[in-house]
């Protein structure tokens, strides 16, 4: 482990109890070398995590920077979105007694971070809290590469390698590019085996309170289930519940 690294995020510890700091006071508390201090300072101020406050030239103070309100207001949302999701989750699994899931983006991969298992269930499918998925393969994870900007989708489209995860995952870009053309115009994604062989899943967005897709509420199956009026049903109940919990997170679209 990067010791470097640990004691500077140590240094963050300090202003807990303590809303300001110099570097003479820092270096105390800390128990490290002046130059150590400075040099730890310096780089955690260049990231956004410590500010300058200059006094006088002879007084220079320290404080927690706004990027670590940026980083702390993401994890408050994104546990408010767990908190907000599961109940209805739990109502969607029990309706359906398919698996559901709720997924974010992280960089360039999809990252699962709510999941609700029926016991109607009769083999687990491969998926699990903390999972990552690259975001061209299984429903979740293309409905959040369908609504990110133009920008970052281009992006994705022009420097990712499409690597198969099973014959049945989307490799070429074209056939990518068309496919969340038409997931923006349904407003869901689905997919068949694509992560998982004899698998199907279906995915509608989660909107935030100005309307922005910040997630990914899937359901998932095995195939032989979704036959007939069964795959609408599903795909209603998981609309629906998408809906619920867009509506509580303050959406009125």
């Known amino acids: 482990m990067n010791q470097s690294v640990i004691k500077a995020l140590e240094l963050l510890d300090l202003f807990i109890d303590q809303k300001e700091l110099s ?3 820092i270096s105390r508390q800390a128990d490290l070398p002046r130059p150590t201090a400075y040099r730890l300072i310096t780089s955690l101020e260049s990231c956004g995590f410590l500010r300058r406050v200059k006094y006088s030239d002879q007084d220079i103070r320290y404080r927690l920077g706004l990027k670590l309100m940026e980083l702390g207001n993401i994890a408050a949302e994104h546990i408010e979105l767990r908190k907000t999701a599961l109940p209805h989750m739990q109502e969607l699994c029990l309706a359906t007694g398919e698996v559901t899931h709720l997924a974010i983006t992280d960089g360039d991969e999809a990252v699962y971070i709510e999941k609700v298992e029926s016991n109607k269930q009769a083999v687990r499918l491969f998926t699990r809290v903390g999972k990552r998925s690259p975001l061209h393969a299984g429903s979740g994870p293309k409905l959040l590469l369908a609504f990110l900007s133009e920008e970052e989708r281009s992006q994705y489209l022009q420097h990712r390698t499409l690597k198969p995860i099973t014959e049945y995952t989307i490799t070429d870009k074209r056939q990518l590019f068309s496919e969340l053309e038409e997931i923006r115009r349904n407003g869901f994604a689905t997919s068949d085996s694509e992560q998982d062989i004899d698998t199907v899943g279906i995915s509608f967005p989660i909107r935030d309170f100005g ?21 609408q049903y599903v795909k209603e109940c998981a609309k629906i519940t998408a809906q619920k919990i867009s509506t509580d997170l303050g959406c009125i679209e």
Do not use: F, T
């Not at 997630?215 to 795959?231: E, F, H, N, T």
């Open 211 to 231: 309307g922005n897709v910040i997630a990914a509420l899937g359901v998932s199956g095995l195939k032989y289930r979704w036959i007939g009026d069964r795959y």
């Open 23 to 25: 570097l003479a006071l």
